[in-house]
């Protein structure tokens, strides 16, 4: 009777090592997949940061030229008028 009980002892002690063995085993697998989706979502967000980024610089850089554009465009306007002016006030200008 006593041989019983300490075989059934001991297997309940091998079930329940082998049970958190697998236990801590799952455990650590979940970690690392934890960890690794983490990674992921860092990099993906990283690489959207720098998608971001060269957007704005080529949007910062097409609104220049275009601001650089209407700048001189309204210098040559400027100057047009100007020179109209200085003709004006000399007379020499062409009359038609």
């Known amino acids: 009777m006593r041989m019983r009980i300490r075989q059934r002892m001991r297997r309940n002690r091998e079930r329940s ?3 958190s063995e697998e236990d801590e085993e799952r455990s650590r697998e979940w970690s690392r997949k934890r960890i ?10 990283r690489e959207r940061s720098e998608e971001d980024e060269e957007r704005i610089r080529d949007e910062e850089l097409e609104h220049g030229e275009e ?19 200085q003709e004006r006030r000399t007379g020499k200008g062409v009359r038609r």
Not at 67 to 85: C, I, K, N, T, V
Request: zero cysteines.
């Open 17 to 19: 090592r082998e049970r």
């Open 36 to 45: 690794g989706s983490r990674e992921g979502i860092r990099e993906r967000s």
């Open 67 to 85: 601001l650089e554009q209407g700048l001189d465009q309204a210098e040559d306007e400027d100057q047009g008028e100007d020179e109209e002016e």
